[in-house]
């Protein structure tokens, strides 16, 4: 089965700096990756994802994310963090349990929270 | 498109009862998860339906866990007899067909309480 770790429970960052969100991930084949947002007593929201194609991958609220084949890593980055993006952040990674277009799922990591100090 | 609807959006019930949980998926979406989220666990996968099928169900932590999805509208989890332990937050999602490339969308949750 495929998997994703994300090895940092927590991740404090001052308002402004830039902030980083460990992602490495399992898989046989080609991985699709995704990065989801959960915010207090919400559901998970979507926010990028790598399929194919360039490595930096752009997606909602001004973030972003780099696919390193060779460090089999998928990190969440943003230049400047802002107070609102504390949240909980999940890594997640297709997993085939079959085959066919209808035996896929998506594995989560066990999610990071992050902190902006303003 | 409202999203994924799920309720009740919070259930407090007593040990023994049976509880259903309810999952309206976004129109036309052919992919339908069943998520629990708790702090031990973190995000787990349920079971998942494809067009209306049940694909896997292996993450049912027992049989006292079922679910079902008579349309493509319209999907239930049930539990019966509910145990503390169940307490958690139960999210369901739903995707449109593909090879996997595709995100999935949330509900809001249902914040389930056994006592």
């Known amino acids: 089965a495929q998997s994703v770790a994300q090895p940092e429970d927590q991740v404090n960052v001052a308002e402004g700096n830039p902030l980083t969100v460990k992602c490495t991930y399992s898989v046989s084949g080609n991985p699709y990756l995704f990065w989801y947002v959960q915010y207090p007593n919400r559901g998970l929201q979507f926010l990028l994802k790598y399929i194919t194609g360039d490595n930096l991958v752009k997606g909602s609220y001004g973030f972003e994310a780099e696919f390193n084949k060779s460090q089999t890593s998928f990190h969440l980055k943003k230049p400047s963090a802002l107070v609102s993006d504390s949240a909980l952040y999940f890594c997640?990674?297709?997993?085939?349990?079959?085959?066919?277009?209808?035996?896929?799922?998506?594995?989560f990591g066990k999610g990071t929270k992050l902190s902006v100090i303003p | 498109d409202a999203g994924v609807i799920q309720s009740p959006r919070h259930e407090v019930t007593e040990m023994g009862q049976e509880v259903t949980l309810r999952c309206k998926p976004i129109s036309g979406h052919d992919y339908l998860f069943w998520y629990r989220q708790t702090m031990m666990r973190g995000l787990e996968l349920l079971i998942y339906?494809?067009?209306?099928?049940?694909?896997?169900d292996s993450g049912m932590p027992e049989d006292r866990f079922s679910a079902k999805m008579p349309n493509a509208s319209f999907s239930t989890l049930k539990i019966q007899p509910s145990e503390p332990r169940d307490s958690a937050v139960y999210f369901c999602?739903?995707?449109?067909?593909?090879?996997?490339?595709?995100?999935?969308?949330f509900g809001q949750g249902t914040r389930l309480t056994v006592v």
């Open positions: 997640a990674v297709r997993d085939w349990r079959g085959s066919g277009a209808g035996s896929y799922q998506l594995t």
């Open positions: 999602a739903s995707s449109s067909q593909g090879w996997g490339d595709t995100e999935a969308f």
């Open positions: 339906f494809n067009n209306n099928v049940p694909i896997d």
